[in-house]
């Protein structure tokens, strides 16, 4: 079992980044993978990006060469760089890991593109 925690969601102007922290309560090391997923209003939650224990990286089309997942094993936190943000980037932020077959989630934490 593990907890995660997700910080680093703001409001944030067109062409701007932000920085997403998903903190799990244990070690993540072993976690076979661990990713992002969004949820905008009135829309089906999607699969952003995840990566694996040994440190594959996978992004849906629409973030690829704007977002970078990355995992720090020593701090058992996953984050989710995000540059030159969009408003249809603009939803609530999930963190999710898989830990032998069951899936875990975080709370979210919201992310806003807007002037």
């Known amino acids: 079992q593990v907890q995660l925690v997700e910080s680093g969601g703001d409001l944030v102007q067109p062409g701007g980044s932000l920085r997403l922290s998903c903190a799990a309560s244990?070690?993540?090391?072993?976690?076979?993978?661990m990713g992002w997923y969004r949820q905008a209003p009135g829309k089906q939650r999607e699969w952003v990006a995840t990566?694996?224990?040994?440190?594959?990286?996978d992004y849906v089309d629409s973030v690829k060469g704007r977002f970078t997942i990355s995992r720090d094993n020593a701090k058992n936190t996953v984050y989710l760089q995000m540059n030159s943000l969009k408003p249809e980037d603009t939803a609530v932020y999930y963190c999710?890991?898989?830990?032998?077959?069951?899936?875990?989630w975080g709370q979210g934490t919201q992310v806003t593109v807007s002037l």
């Open positions: 999710n890991a898989n830990v032998m077959a069951i899936v875990y």
């Open positions: 244990r070690s993540i090391s072993s976690i076979a993978a």
């Open positions: 990566i694996t224990r040994a440190g594959t990286e």
